[in-house]
């Protein structure tokens, strides 16, 4: 009867590349029609929203839009602040070599600059660079040996590897809405000059066929208040959210790698019970970039010989991922700030914000040290009545060390900056102390290789050569070496040396002196 391979189908979402492009945006953007002259520039808040990809001759086509809103001084107006808002659509190719239709596209953003110039009291040009990472993925079967079949005196070696493998991966849509009334002590709302939103204190949990996602968004409002003329007003809210996102097949016992943005916001005034302005209905749309990782564990058909045959194997040197590490770790920033000569003196801050980027990663010693930059914005009431508010913005480097106990140089690894708070204390006139917290989310993947039998011969054993092996040989183990490995040189059973030796273990070390007993079963014809 003829050797028979048995496999089993193992269906892997395997990373298959990526690239990184930087989006140039370099546009002129008129102050629409009802606006008033543009004096200063206090501040801008920018956002990306990646709408689609497509993908054609080896390219992966980047679509999307950037939105960049302005707060400003006017000229020669009654209000202290406007705003003004933009949609720049944003289009570009990247080039992916055997990149298919049928591969899962992902796309990450950051946006590296942004510099808004005014051109004169009706124009602004607006430079940005947005770095777009593209990821590639493909599913691809692989088949694993279980067992081997058709003989007696076939000898079987069976490793266990647990395989990590990407369960989901996919973008979903979130949206955040409430009603929020200001507080009593403050004057019915008028017009919204200005406001800025952030998530804090995320939380993602794994559920059976759902993940939960928690977390805060943050809302910072500059308004003008009916009470007079040039009375600006500042008001902050909290908006917890607690919903669940469908994703068939996840569990508990799962990984993740989950990212959530703001990618679009509207704020409107409402009347409250009373017919006042006094509430904002505010709806937030974010996107959650969703991946999900599961651990298999598999028993593979390693090694194979026979007693009374040559067998020759036909192997494959496959690749797989092991989870590494994940974890998360706070890098705590304190800074003392003095502002410069020419900055009007502070006389109340009324909210911090920043972005957080990473500039550089380095792999050391089962570590990971992270080198980025907080860049805050402090907005703040200004001891100048002609520009009564300000904003000053700080530069906030921060380092960090992760452990990361078996981590390689071509380790795959994603990190994920956020910035848990940011608080300033007015300290002086011009002196600031910022306290600031950036979470960062790791996850470490580990990539193993093995040769997997895909394919075996057999033959007739060279009879002569078994015969003028001598019956019993005395062996000192090498190093390295296993029972395995001499059992299959001596052409017996691992069984059997444990046997003759009095071995209660298949554990031997260099320098062990065994002896090996010929197998006689393999000299009958």
């Known amino acids: 009867m ?10 892997l979402i395997k990373p298959k590349g990526s690239r990184v492009l930087q989006m140039t945006i370099d546009e002129d953007i008129n102050v629409p029609d009802i606006k008033p002259d543009i004096d200063k520039i206090l501040q801008s808040n920018s956002v990306v929203n990646i709408t689609g990809t497509d993908v054609y001759d080896s390219k992966v086509l980047v679509k999307g839009e950037f939105g960049c809103k302005v707060l400003y001084v006017p000229l020669n107006d009654s209000k202290p602040v406007h705003n003004m808002i933009s949609l720049i659509p944003i289009e570009e190719t990247i080039n992916i070599d055997d990149v298919s239709k049928s591969d899962s596209i992902k796309t990450e953003y950051v946006i590296e600059e942004m510099k808004i110039t005014p051109i004169n009291t009706r124009k602004i040009n607006v430079k940005s660079i947005v770095q777009v990472k593209v990821m590639v993925d493909e599913k691809k079967e692989m088949y694993v040996p279980t067992d081997i079949c058709g003989a007696q005196d076939i000898q079987s070696r069976w490793d266990d590897i647990t395989m990590c493998k990407m369960h989901t991966s996919k973008k979903e849509t979130y949206k955040i809405k409430d009603e929020l009334a200001i507080p009593s002590s403050k004057p019915n709302i008028m017009e919204i000059l200005w406001y800025d939103r952030t998530i804090k204190n995320k939380e993602f ?145 009324y909210y911090a914000t920043g972005d957080v980027n990473i500039d550089n990663v380095d792999v050391f010693e089962d570590k990971v040290e992270v080198e980025g930059v907080v860049f805050g914005k402090i907005l703040y009431v200004a001891a100048d009545d002609n520009n009564p508010i300000n904003v000053y913005n700080a530069v906030l480097p921060f380092n960090q060390v992760i452990d990361t106990e078996g981590i390689r140089n071509d380790s795959r690894m994603s990190i994920r900056p956020s910035i848990s708070y940011i608080n300033c204390s007015m300290l002086g006139e011009k002196e600031v102390e910022v306290k600031c917290g950036v979470n960062l989310d790791t996850i470490v993947f580990d990539n193993q290789e093995l040769d997997i039998i895909n394919g075996l011969t057999e033959a007739e054993i060279d009879m002569k050569k078994l015969q003028n092996t001598p019956s019993v040989v005395g062996y000192i183990v090498k190093d390295n070496e296993s029972l395995w490995d001499i059992a299959k040189t001596y052409s017996t059973k691992v069984d059997d040396i444990k046997a003759v030796n009095n071995l209660d273990t298949v554990d031997v070390k260099r320098g062990d002196k065994l002896i090996i007993v010929k197998n006689i079963d393999s000299l009958e014809i």
């Open 2 to 11: 003829s050797l028979e391979l048995e496999q089993r189908n193992i269906a």
């Open 205 to 349: 949990r794994l559920l059976d066929d759902k993940i939960n996602i928690k977390g805060i968004v943050a809302l910072d409002t500059l308004y003008l208040g009916e009470s007079g003329e040039n009375n600006l007003e500042f008001v902050e809210h909290e908006m917890p959210f607690n919903g669940v996102i469908e994703c068939n097949g996840v569990n508990e016992d799962m990984y993740y790698d989950i990212d959530i943005k703001i990618v679009d916001d509207k704020i409107q005034i409402r009347p409250d019970l009373d017919g006042e302005e006094r509430v904002f209905s505010v709806d937030i749309v974010t996107q959650l970039d969703i991946k999900v990782y599961s651990e298999e564990k598999n028993s593979i058909l390693t090694d194979v010989y026979s007693l009374s045959k040559e067998i020759e194997l036909e192997k494959e040197n496959v690749s797989y991922e092991t989870l590494l590490c994940k974890n998360q770790s706070q890098c705590k920033i304190k800074e003392t700030i003095e502002m410069d000569a020419n900055d009007p003196d502070i006389m109340q801050i």
